[in-house]
Structures are given as C-alpha cells and as structure tokens.
C-alpha cells in the first residue's frame, strides 16, 4: 500500500474550519424535513437502544421486535409511549399493531411527520 502527500493551500485555514463550512452548507442547503428525515432512522434506533439496553450497531431496519427483541406487549406500549414523548404524536392502538420491525417505525415515524 503507498501513501501520498497532499499539499494544500487552506489559505491560513485548518482543514476543520474547511470541512465545518462544507457540512455546514450541505445542512442550510437542505430543507427542515429532509434534515430531519435524515435523522429519523438514528433517532429511532437510539431510542429503541435505550428502551431494551441493548447496542444500537445491533439494530438494522429489518430487526424485528418481537422475534429478535424479545419485545412482549408490555414492552410494546411502553415503546409506543416513548415514541409519543419522543416525536410528539399520537399513536392509535392500529397503528401500533402494524409496528413490527425496526423499519417499520422508522416509515411509520417519518410519514407522520410528513
């Protein structure tokens, strides 16, 4: 493997002030849903995280709830609950039953909030 030097002209500036500026564009160049559309799926799986203390690297779209999780009735309304607190929305009894994966909450959670 060879490595090379790159020279750069910053013009005085360190490379975090450069990449700063570019994430910092890319953010104000993107509407408020798209940002928070893009946030939504982590949101989700820190809460999920948290909620049953398990890693959240664990937790892809396709987890499911209750054959991988574990995740009983119980289990179930307190998510529900944590995801009302969480996004400010309510969340019928039907819509909850049609929750069963990880992705499915992340749809559900991002079309709600439109």
Do not use: C, W
């Not at 982590?42 to 203390?53: P, R």
């Not at 039953?97 to 749809?107: A, F, K, R």
Request: proline share 1%; glycine share 6%; no cysteine.
């Amino acid at each position: 493997m060879k490595y090379y030097r790159l020279l750069v002209d910053f013009q005085g500036r360190s490379v975090y002030d450069i990449l700063e500026r570019y994430f910092e564009f890319q953010t104000i160049s993107r509407t408020r849903s798209e940002r928070q559309n893009l946030m939504i799926p982590d949101k989700v799986k820190n809460l999920i995280a948290k909620e049953y203390g398990i890693d959240e690297s664990t937790l892809t779209l396709e987890t499911r709830l209750q054959e991988d999780l574990n995740v009983d009735s119980l289990d179930s309304v307190e998510l529900v609950m944590r995801l009302e607190d969480e996004f400010g929305f309510k969340i019928s009894d039907d819509e909850a039953n049609g929750l069963h994966t990880v992705g499915d909450i992340t749809t559900f959670v991002m079309q709600k909030l439109g």
